[in-house]
Structures are given as structure tokens and as C-alpha cells.
């Protein structure tokens, strides 16, 4: 779905000018997402299969929740729209811990480039994964993964048919999310 989003430097600063998301795309120019990585007390992360029909990386496994922040949307309220879209999880800010800001450049072909800063939260997931609903357009499955086997998925992003997201992020994922479980 195409929406209106701001436009950043290359530096993350907000330019005040805005674009449709496929311009931006097709431009290379940069803007925000937002990626909720949900996991339990069980030691396990929630992986969204991409859906099949994804312009970039169908089926490939992904952080739990992902999307595009709109233009002059706040950063966690787009989180908690995402988290309802695509996972149907009603959360509030309060749930929501940001771990950083993730600069990523994915060069998909000459008229789809990805230029992204991403918000990255965690989320504690406090209900079965029996009780998601997941979006059919954008989510083919969701699975819980234990922290040991994600560790073993991130050395190996290709072969475990990951998205081919920089290894620095995946171990910064992993280390923040062990914090919070042990």
C-alpha cells in the first residue's frame, strides 16, 4: 500500500518535505519505519514469515512486526497501528521499550531502493501466538523461535532464509532481548 511519509537526510534529520513511499523508494531517498520485536518469558522471539506476494524478501522471515511510519505520525503510535495490522495486538505505548535507531540501505534493484532508519522496539508478548491474527497481505505465518536457535539463524541469515538485514542489527536484537529474559 502506498502511503505518505517524511523525507530524512542521510544524517536521520527530518527535511520537512514528504513523498508517497514508492517515490521515496524508487528515489532512494530516506524515511522511517518502525520494528517491534515481540518475545516471551519463555525465551522466545515471535519471526513473521513476509508474505508471498512482498515486493522484497516474500517468505523470508522477518522481525516480528515491521512498516512505514506516516508522515507526521508519532513514532510508537505508528507501532501500536502496526502491531494492530499486522499481528491484530492491541498494545499500548507503555509496552513499547525503543532500543535504538537502525540506519539501513537494502539496493533491491535500480528502482527500488530501500534508504531506512528504523525505530526498533521490544515488546513482551504476553499471549499465545494461538490468539495472533495475522494481516493474509503481508504475513504468510508467525512462529515463536527460541533464543539459542535465532542466535544459530542470525550466523547464518541466508541459509536460515532470513531477511538479509546487516548481522550488527541481528546481534543487537539478540543481546537486547537476552537482557530482558535472564
Given at each position: ?70 508522515a507526521g505520525e508519532d513514532i510508537k503510535l ?63 505465518q508467525l512462529q515463536l523461535v527460541a533464543l ?35
Amino acid at each position: 500500500m502506498d502511503e505518505l511519509i517524511d523525507i530524512l537526510t542521510e544524517d536521520g534529520n527530518l527535511t520537512g518535505k514528504t513523498a508517497m513511499k514508492s517515490v521515496a523508494h524508487k528515489k532512494g531517498w530516506f524515511h522511517q519505519t518502525i520494528h517491534v520485536w515481540f518475545y516471551n518469558a519463555e525465551g522466545k522471539i515471535l519471526l513473521q514469515q513476509r508474505g508471498k506476494n512482498k515486493a522484497v524478501f516474500p517468505l523470508l522471515w522477518d522481525v516480528s512486526v515491521a512498516g512505514h511510519i506516516g508522515a507526521g505520525e508519532d513514532i510508537k503510535l505508528s507501532a501500536i497501528r502496526e502491531t494492530q495490522e499486522e499481528i491484530g495486538l492491541s498494545i499500548s505505548e507503555n509496552n513499547l521499550e525503543k532500543i535504538g535507531v537502525f540506519k539501513s540501505i537494502q539496493r533491491h534493484h535500480s528502482t527500488l531502493i530501500d534508504c531506512e532508519f528504523h525505530h526498533v522496539f521490544l515488546c513482551e508478548l504476553t499471549v499465545p501466538i494461538a490468539k495472533l491474527i495475522k494481516q493474509e497481505t503481508e504475513v504468510q505465518q508467525l512462529q515463536l523461535v527460541a533464543l539459542h536457535d535465532f542466535k544459530n539463524g542470525i550466523n547464518n541469515v541466508l541459509k536460515n532464509q532470513y531477511v538479509p538485514h546487516d548481522t550488527t542489527y541481528y546481534h543487537a536484537i539478540l543481546k537486547a532481548i537476552t537482557r530482558r529474559i535472564i
